[in-house]
């Protein structure tokens, strides 16, 4: 029994350590099996991240991806996708970023079966924005048609933050 018991216990122990927490895997349905690896720095002030929530939503599955202590995160994604990160951290103003997997072979890529893009992602407080938060994604990130480069656009364009309800007391 006690030989069982230990077994059980190492078996288990194996399948958590075998188990990849470093990367949230792509949803199913890719069918070339070609992905794009996206390895990214977040920064925030208090350099605290146990707080901050990153939600990948990918052809409308919303999935959790972790963020190390450091602030890096790692996230896999098929070809052929649409996918929308939200950054969100008490205090600080979320942000939204999309990325367009389209493209992705075309070009001196074809062929390949992942591609990586390193990126960061700064989040500022809410307090020093005075009120405004963004209009809409950040950035996009997609692969240029003919050609499969990485295309990176940003857009800062904000908006009046919708304020809170009044408290009643």
């Known amino acids: 029994m006690k030989n069982l018991h230990t077994y059980l ?6 399948l958590l350590l075998a188990a990849p927490s470093h990367a949230l895997a792509p949803p199913v349905g890719d069918m070339n099996g070609t992905t794009v690896t996206l390895t990214g720095w977040l920064h925030v002030d208090d350099a605290f991240m146990a707080d901050v929530t ?4 990918v052809n409308g599955e919303v999935r ?11 996230i896999d994604l098929p070809a052929e996708t649409s996918a929308t ?5 008490p205090g600080h103003v979320t942000k939204t ?8 072979n075309d070009g001196d890529f074809a062929g390949s079966r992942r591609r990586q893009v390193k990126l960061a992602v700064i989040m500022e407080q809410e307090r020093f924005m005075a009120g405004l938060t963004y209009a809409g994604p950040v950035g996009n990130l997609g692969f240029e048609p ?3 480069c990485v295309a990176v656009r940003h857009t800062r ?8 309800a009044t408290m009643e007391f």
């Open 157 to 164: 364009s904000v908006t009046p933050a919708k304020r809170r």
């Open 9 to 14: 216990l190492t078996a288990s122990s194996a």
């Open 85 to 89: 990160l939200r950054f969100a951290k």
């Open 97 to 104: 970023v999309s990325v367009d997997t389209r493209h992705i």
């Open 64 to 74: 959790t991806a972790s963020v190390s202590n450091s602030g890096r995160f790692t």
């Open 54 to 57: 990153l939600e990948v939503d």
């Open 146 to 148: 003919g050609g499969g």
